[in-house]
């Protein structure tokens, strides 16, 4: 069962008319999408989605609402493009949900998971060519450490690429549970209970794997770009990594340009595009934590165009 965070926040916070053009960026399982669908009487939604097992859910899903949708199978860094190819140039409001669904994660197939064994994948976009074991057989040592401390911020990344790199000189190592245990000896049973390092590197090889925080920094313009006056963009993160991305992106836009800070007049061009609806993250509520323990690091962002 999938469940979508921060969901009435998100949407409330959208400002959903019902004529209006909005895009669910991160389809998922269709759980914002269907809820946006609902709410529109003659608006259009576009949806994007890398993984093709959540597209077939998810179309049966919207189907049985109405048929003013698009699904594209494709990554949200596209947006711009293929909008264009719809004659579509401005929307009323984009959600990003960065989160990646539960039957990702459940599906032990896809290698997402730190407690399941299974092929060392972790691919949203099945059709990729760059998988988690590529990443973990073939980057040079410079390469795993770099990506171990910038994307999982783990204190003891040194130690456990030491050892991937020794272990992969004997045989590739080729599943989710065989990195885990390379993990557990690089670091101790002692720091490896108490800390959880397994969770900070999967999460860094999964960024690297899908280049989630490169194209969170391309689309983000993109999407501004694409607002129509008091247009809405909602970004539900996940970690402190994309919310530091949003944050600073936000920042960028709702400011006076530099260049022209403090003249007496701005000239147009130098105006802030951007207004930022909530100062402070919009956070799970209490409830929602009870029902969801997945939820607890979700913070809410929102501007609106001006």
Do not use: W
């Not at 709410?39 to 609402?65: C, H, M, P, T």
């Not at 048929?67 to 264009?84: S, V, W």
Request: proline share 3%; hydrophobic share 40%.
């Amino acid at each position: 069962m999938h469940y979508s965070v921060l969901l009435k926040e998100s949407l409330a916070n959208l400002n959903i008319k019902e004529d209006g053009v909005y895009i669910d960026a991160t389809m998922g399982y269709a759980g914002h999408s269907k809820k946006i669908l609902k709410e529109l009487k003659r608006g259009f939604l576009f949806a994007f989605d890398a993984d093709q097992e959540a597209i077939n859910y998810s179309d049966k899903v919207l189907s049985e609402i109405g048929d003013n949708y698009k699904i594209f199978h494709a990554n949200f860094k596209d947006m711009k493009k293929l909008l264009a190819q719809e004659n579509v140039f401005q929307v009323d409001g984009i959600l990003f949900d960065l989160g990646f669904s539960s039957p990702q994660v459940d599906n032990k197939e896809r290698g997402f998971s730190f407690m399941q064994d299974a092929p060392l994948d972790m691919r949203m976009d099945q059709e990729a060519a760059l998988t988690a074991y590529e990443v973990v057989n073939t980057y040079s040592e410079e390469e795993l450490l770099k990506i171990f401390y910038t994307y999982g911020e783990e204190k003891l990344s040194k130690v456990i690429v030491n050892l991937i790199v020794k272990k992969r000189k004997q045989i590739n190592i080729k599943t989710t549970l065989e990195l885990v245990d390379i993990i557990k000896e690089a670091v101790g049973a002692n720091y490896f209970f108490k800390n959880h390092p397994e969770r900070k590197i999967f999460q860094a090889i999964r960024i690297e794997v899908n280049q989630e925080l490169k194209v969170l920094e391309e689309v983000l313009p993109q999407a501004i770009s694409l607002l129509k006056k008091k247009g809405r963009i909602c970004v539900i993160t996940f970690h402190s990594l994309e919310d530091r991305i949003v944050k600073k992106i936000f920042k960028k836009y709702s400011e006076v340009n530099e260049m022209v800070k403090g003249l007496p007049s701005i000239p147009e061009e130098y105006q802030p595009l951007i207004k930022i609806i909530n100062k402070k993250p919009i956070l799970p509520s209490l409830e929602e934590l009870q029902e969801n323990s997945r939820s607890k690091s979700a913070k809410l962002r929102v501007i609106e165009r001006i």
